[in-house]
């Protein structure tokens, strides 16, 4: 099974930035779909941001403007850039990966999960 390690977190003021990183232990294909997700205490999962192997990316609503997802497959390493953060970017941010499969269903890989704190 591969791994992913993610990096970047911490505690940062209110309208200050954070790059959050993420490597993959095997090669990430273009093909493959990646994603930042995060859970704040009391509330539901929700995906934040995800960039497809064709560079199609797709946000939450509460994020646009404000972060932006990347990816480098010669890295094996996706990024996001989140700006302008505000109380409610405080959670715990997981990076995920899903992988085709033939005749199953896709694999799914994620992060360890990493704190994101903002507060003054």
């Known amino acids: 099974q591969g791994q992913l390690v993610e990096s970047g977190g911490g505690v940062v003021q209110p309208g200050g930035s954070l790059k959050l990183s993420c490597v993959a232990s095997?090669?990430?294909?273009?093909?493959?779909?990646m994603g930042w997700y995060r859970q704040a205490p009391g509330k539901q999962r929700e995906l934040v941001a995800s960039?497809?192997?064709?560079?199609?990316?797709n946000y939450a609503d509460s994020v646009k403007g404000r972060f932006t997802i990347s990816r480098d497959n010669n890295k094996n390493t996706v990024y996001l850039q989140m700006n302008s953060l505000n109380s409610e970017d405080t959670a715990v941010y997981y990076c995920n990966v899903k992988i085709p499969q033939a005749h199953m269903r896709s694999r799914e890989l994620w992060g360890q999960g990493i704190q994101v704190t903002v507060s003054s």
């Open positions: 960039i497809t192997g064709a560079g199609t990316t």
């Open positions: 095997e090669s990430i294909f273009n093909i493959y779909l």
